[in-house]
Structure formats: structure tokens, C-alpha cells
């Protein structure tokens, strides 16, 4: 076991079925012409997004490298 705050074990929730099959990744049928997969993740309680890129691997990627830099350790990390 580790010592964590509650706000840190909330990370280890399940991710929900996503189309992207990537946590914190989601598509965007408004621009599919341009960068359709945009990036969000929950920081202090506020949905926040992260930006825009054209593959969900480039959004899973970011998404990895903003999650270790908050979380640290505890980060839940997308599977590449």
C-alpha cells in the first residue's frame, strides 16, 4: 500500500469505454478536418482541456506527460 491523499486514489477509478480506447481522450466530430482529438483532464476538480491533435495517440501521449507532472507516482497512465 501507498500513502496518498483521497483526491490522488480518486485517479486509480476505472476509466470509462471511450472511442479513443485512451483515458482523458475524447473525438470531436466538429473538426475532423483538422485535429478532431482533443485532450481533458480533471485538475482541482475543473474539467480542463489540454488541447487539440490529430491522432488520439499524439492526445494519449500529452495526456501521459501532464499526468506524471501532476501526479507524479500516482498517475493512472494510457497504455502506448
Not at 483521497?6 to 466530430?29: A, C, D, E, L
Not at 480533471?42 to 495526456?63: D, R
Request: with cysteine; aromatic share 12%; hydrophobic share 35%.
Amino acid at each position: 500500500l501507498r500513502l496518498v491523499s483521497i483526491s490522488q486514489n480518486y485517479h486509480n477509478f476505472p476509466t470509462r469505454k471511450s472511442k479513443s480506447g485512451y483515458k482523458g481522450v475524447y473525438f470531436h466530430k466538429a473538426r475532423v478536418a483538422t485535429k478532431p482529438w482533443e485532450c481533458c483532464m480533471t485538475i482541482n476538480g475543473k474539467q480542463k482541456s489540454l488541447g487539440v491533435f490529430k491522432t488520439a495517440k499524439e492526445a494519449a501521449m500529452f495526456y501521459n506527460k501532464k499526468a506524471k507532472e501532476l501526479y507524479g507516482d500516482v498517475a493512472i497512465l494510457n497504455k502506448i
